[in-house]
């Protein structure tokens, strides 16, 4: 199949280079010129994806790389990755972009999966109508739209790309069942969900559990400072339980690409839809930033 992944950054480029590998016809695109020089160059600077994987997928002409929108081809499947926020609201703007311009390329029986992590509803409620806009196509109908959330875990040796479960979801079961299909080729287990919101939740449900329990052992942690209470020592005899325990420890705050960011979707879309806050995140949100900013030692 021709592939196009929208992105080539720590998400986009295992994906793209996986799907040349398995036999796919793969362009990378990505705003930046200079990750596309080096792209072309086989220079990875992605660290799940080592520069020998890059040149042969470069070299037997599976995968390519462009900026050009223009130099874009039609496809059977396209796959737009990561959006951050701004502002502590979502910024969608490349979202927007991206399926705007994948949708004037649309053909009948073609399938666009959103991967980048957003608030439930986006695929639905923001990327299909662009979509039909763009194209003058009617989704399900005409085209297939999937949503299966990222879950790469940069520099993790024992869950790389490949052998990390892939959530799946479509509007429809045809929908899925292509999404399905496609992910199979790449990951060794597929996990199908009922639907793109639902899958667009799990996304923001495992982030969420890792916030919330960074900022209840750093506040844990500054709490037994006061104390007087080694709370290493105490963390580590917790975790001897085999059940009903996870370790986390204490750091600076949260960093990474995704904890500091990808809570705040559901917590901003809970205050549109709901009119409440979402207090475990904003609470959560208060005690990492508050760790960030003091740096304070154990």
Not at 32 to 57: C, F, I, K, M, N
Not at 128 to 157: C, M
Not at 255 to 277: M, N, Q, T, Y
């Amino acid at each position: 199949m021709h592939v196009v992944v929208a992105g080539q950054g720590y998400v986009g480029l295992p994906l793209a280079v996986r799907a040349a590998e398995v036999g796919h016809h793969v362009v990378g695109y990505d705003v930046d010129p200079h990750r596309v020089r080096q792209l072309a160059a086989g220079e990875s600077y992605v660290e799940d994806v080592a520069s020998a994987r890059l040149r042969t997928v470069l070299d037997s002409a599976a995968y390519r790389a462009t900026a050009d929108v223009a130099a874009l081809p039609s496809y059977d499947i396209a796959v737009i990755t990561p959006t951050p926020l701004r502002d502590g609201v979502p910024d969608l703007t490349y979202v927007e972009s991206c399926a705007s311009t994948r949708g004037a390329h649309l053909r009948p029986g073609a399938t666009v999966v959103l991967e980048s992590t957003t608030y439930p509803g986006t695929t639905e409620e923001l990327v299909l109508p662009i979509l039909e806009k763009a194209s003058g196509l009617i989704a399900g109908a005409d085209f297939h739209v999937g949503f299966s959330p990222e879950r790469i875990d940069p520099g993790n040796q024992a869950w790389p790309f490949e052998k990390t479960p892939k959530v799946v979801a479509g509007i429809d079961a045809v929908s899925l069942s292509v999404v399905k299909d496609f992910y199979d080729d790449l990951v060794e287990t597929t996990v199908p969900v009922s639907g793109t919101k639902v899958a667009e939740l799990t996304k923001l449900i495992e982030n969420i559990f890792r916030h919330v329990d960074i900022a209840l052992v750093n506040e844990t942690a500054m709490l037994a400072k006061s104390l007087g209470v080694n709370v290493w020592e105490a963390i580590d005899a917790a975790a001897s339980k085999p059940f009903g325990y996870m370790r986390f420890a204490p750091g600076p705050g949260v960093g990474g690409h995704c904890l500091p960011i990808d809570p705040s979707f559901l917590s901003w879309k809970v205050e549109r839809a709901v009119g409440v806050p979402f207090r475990f995140v904003e609470l959560a949100n208060d005690v990492n930033n508050h760790r960030a900013a003091t740096l304070q030692t154990w």
